[in-house]
């Protein structure tokens, strides 16, 4: 899993606010179908926004978990039904300070 510095997290947190989710997490929870899309997601956008729907705080923050550490991603931020995961591309589109 990546880790990030507070200054990457809060240009990353800027970069993100007008993003739409593009990954669901439905009643199926963390599937294979959900690892394959929010993979092609990040190798397409490096930052991604994925709604998860209808579970608790605690299930949220092991998908965030379990998704940063199968995908080689930093987790950036989670909030509500919301999380937001990073990581860079080969050729970087977002230039982190």
């Known amino acids: ?7 990457q997290r809060k240009y990353l947190k800027a970069q993100a606010h007008a993003l739409k ?3 669901m997490i439905g009643a199926q929870g963390l599937s294979a179908a959900v690892l394959k ?3 092609g997601a990040l190798a397409a ?3 991604i926004k ?3 729907l209808g579970h608790e705080r ?3 923050e092991d998908y965030l978990g379990q998704l940063c550490a ?3 991603a930093a987790p950036v931020l989670h ?3 919301l999380l937001l995961i990073y990581r860079p591309a080969t050729k970087p589109r977002l230039l982190l300070p």
């Open 70 to 72: 199968s995908l080689n």
């Open 45 to 47: 956008h490096e930052l």
């Open 1 to 7: 899993m990546l880790e990030l510095t507070v200054e």
């Open 37 to 39: 899309e929010a993979e």
């Open 21 to 23: 989710p593009v990954v």
């Open 79 to 81: 909030i509500g039904k």
């Open 50 to 52: 994925i709604r998860v």
């Open 58 to 60: 605690d299930v949220r």
